[in-house]
């Protein structure tokens, strides 16, 4: 056993892609794990149907036992659920959520479970990618002995940890996702808006292809994880915001000049990474499927 306390893991939502991934690492480690999840498609003693917030009797049987409670659930799913795991789960039981936000539901820990150790993660990947090398954001709402050892096990596990605090958890992923969604859903209304041609697909250089993937790939995903992300950040909206700015920016970019500020302004938050960040563009476009860049059309006068 890795994790310390006795009793089983207990994953609400551990019928979801995180869920999911978390409970084989446990299993791997020699846990018994218990799934609470209203999705769950079976039943038994280790896969329970329910609502989190409301467990069943059998649920609630496997939460007092539990040594550690992973809520693997949307982000107002957990916070609603805080009052009943309060109520069930053991004072020395491990606490930890998955949300991609943190300053709410650290707020109501700290209100509602003070006494409980408490750990957020935020795995920075979709899971059918696979854990090893992947990052992983860690926020030690109350840290102890447990949280340490759940942390070991994410390092033994492959992923690569940050640690940060809340407030910096929800100010990074209102940069790395919340901005980056919004640049990719906003390409995706667009580019519906604007109803392009088919040659616009079939001559795109890679950039247009790239971002026609991101937008595929965000489209097929959960919406409430998104909607959580750009709602429920408290610095979302300021990074959309940012977006809006700096289109305005562009618009009245209507000289040579001025445009070549904006390219070297977009530059300067790369910093010393500026080489590295464009090597590996290089890497990825000479890495596209020659059906999805283009026809022979395309020439080398178009913007790469």
């Known amino acids: 056993m890795t994790i310390p306390g006795s009793g089983p893991v207990v994953v609400a939502g ?16 020699g846990h ?18 329910g609502d989190i917030a409301d467990p069943s009797p059998p649920a609630a ?14 982000d107002a799913v957990a916070v609603a659920a805080l009052p009943a795991l309060a109520e069930v789960v053991r004072p020395g039981a491990l606490l930890v959520e998955t949300l991609s936000v943190k300053t709410p539901v650290a707020a109501a820990l700290h209100a509602q479970l003070p006494d409980r150790e408490a750990l957020g993660i935020n795995p920075m990947f979709a899971p059918a990618l696979g854990a090893a090398g992947r990052p992983v954001l860690a926020v030690r709402h109350r840290d102890g002995d447990a949280v340490g050892a759940f942390v070991d096990a994410l390092h033994r596990w492959g992923m690569r940890v940050v640690e940060v605090g809340a407030a910096e958890h929800d100010r990074a992923t209102a940069v790395s996702q919340a901005l980056t969604h919004a640049v990719i859903l906003a390409f995706g209304s667009a580019l519906d808006r604007l109803a392009p041609p088919p040659a616009a697909a079939a001559a795109a250089p890679p950039p247009h292809v ?4 991101l937008l595929a790939r965000i489209a097929s995903g959960t919406p409430a994880v998104y909607h959580d992300i750009q709602v429920a950040n408290p610095y979302a ?8 700015d700096a289109l305005d920016e562009l618009d009245a970019a209507d000289d040579p000049e001025r445009f070549a500020e904006l390219t070297v302004r977009g530059c300067h938050a790369l910093g010393d990474e500026k080489d590295r960040y464009r090597a590996l563009c290089g890497e990825v476009f000479a890495g596209l499927p020659s059906d999805l860049r283009g026809t022979g059309a395309v020439r080398n006068e178009v913007a790469p």
Request: positive net charge; contains cysteine.
């Open 61 to 74: 049987a496997a939460l007092r036992s539990a040594g550690t409670v992973i809520l693997a659930v949307p």
């Open 210 to 213: 790239l971002l026609r993937a």
């Open 237 to 244: 909206a300021e990074a959309r915001r940012a977006l809006r």
């Open 32 to 49: 018994r794990v218990v799934l609470v999840d209203p999705a769950a498609t079976r039943t038994g003693p280790e896969v329970l149907p």
């Open 14 to 29: 551990g019928c979801g892609a995180v869920g999911t991934m978390l409970a084989a690492a446990l299993r791997g480690d």
